[in-house]
């Protein structure tokens, strides 16, 4: 496969949430990686070091799950300060310890939880959501918009994440219908949040296989694109508000695997590159490697549009 090596490649950082969650296997909450950050803090730090000894560029808050809504309904929004100030915590000290110079991105995730409908709510109150989200992260390099299922929760957080100035991108999960959750073809959902003009928009949170079907597409509806993928074998029991102990890994995603399908994203016009939920340091070690040995120009995601 002939892979173009002349062009910016942002490599992202793995699956942290899932990450973080595995390996604390005494934490079950729906609130994910977040209540294993506020119970064992050092597993949060120790997976970002990870991923960026593994190489990636730019690497996410373990803010997914915390967004108001979520930890409204659990009785833990007067915490909510403090949980993101230990995910930036985590981050900046892992980069101290591992003293490698890398983006921060703020992460913006579903309100309600992934894989889901649109929330019963109107554009404004989700802008006005997600802008609390984004002051909460507001010393960030980037942003990360990820897992939306519809194009007016897409663009509610666009319009968050535009205000401050900063790259973002927004990240759309397929199904494996090809189309969003909302029933919105990717061509419908790039055309509405274009408009806000994110660097980059891209597919997240769905089977690899997915994203190859896709890819070549999205790079002629817009100029920056890209996904990192799951390695799941099914999330229809989340889907239905069950909690992540529920979901199982495919064991044949392996770090070549995963390789390779990455390289035909790449070919047919991706920008930026890395993995979701399940995708290890192992993999994005192994992903590092190949686009070194091919003479990728790797850049963080915040340098896609400078050069």
């Known amino acids: 496969m002939n892979i173009t090596n002349t062009k910016l490649t942002a490599l992202l950082d ?6 973080i969650y595995r390996r604390a296997p ?23 070091s990870d991923f960026i000894l ?28 403090q949980v993101y100030q230990q995910a930036f915590d985590a981050l900046l000290q892992a980069i101290e310890e591992t003293q490698v110079d890398v983006d921060i991105a703020g992460c913006l995730g579903p309100l309600v939880g992934s894989y889901r ?23 960030v390099d980037v942003f990360l918009i990820e897992t939306m299922t519809n194009s007016l929760e897409a663009s509610a957080a666009c319009a968050a994440a535009k205000v401050t100035g900063k790259p973002y ?3 759309f999960r397929l199904e494996h219908s090809g189309k969003l959750k909302s029933g919105e073809t990717l061509a419908d959902a790039i055309n509405v949040v274009k408009r806000y003009s994110p660097t980059a928009v891209l597919l997240n949170c769905c089977d690899p296989e997915v994203v190859s079907k896709a890819i070549a597409e999205m790079a002629g509806l817009f100029p920056c694109v890209g996904g990192y993928a799951n390695a799941f074998r099914s999330i229809e029991t989340v889907a239905q508000g069950n909690l992540c102990d529920s979901l199982e890994a495919r064991a ?4 070549e695997f995963y390789a390779d399908q990455v ?9 930026v590159v890395g993995g979701c939920c399940e995708i290890t340091p192992n993999h994005i070690k192994h992903l590092k490697e190949i686009l070194k040995a ?5 850049v963080r995601f915040s340098e896609l549009g400078l050069r």
């Open 263 to 271: 390289k035909q994203w790449l070919a047919d016009g991706a920008n």
């Open 117 to 139: 409908d649109q929330p019963n709510r109107s554009f404004e109150e989700m802008r006005d959501e997600f802008s609390e989200m984004v002051d909460l992260q507001k010393n």
């Open 14 to 19: 793995g699956g942290l949430g899932q990450e």
């Open 54 to 81: 593994a190489g990636a560029q730019t690497h996410t808050l373990n803010t997914y799950a915390a967004t108001p809504t979520r930890l409204k309904k659990e009785g833990m929004y007067d915490k909510i300060e």
């Open 26 to 48: 005494d934490v079950s909450s729906p609130l994910w990686s977040v209540a294993v950050m506020l119970e064992h803090p050092h597993v949060v730090k120790e997976v970002h």
């Open 294 to 298: 091919n003479q990728f120009n790797l």
């Open 252 to 255: 044949d995603i392996t770090p």
């Open 169 to 171: 991108g927004v990240a």
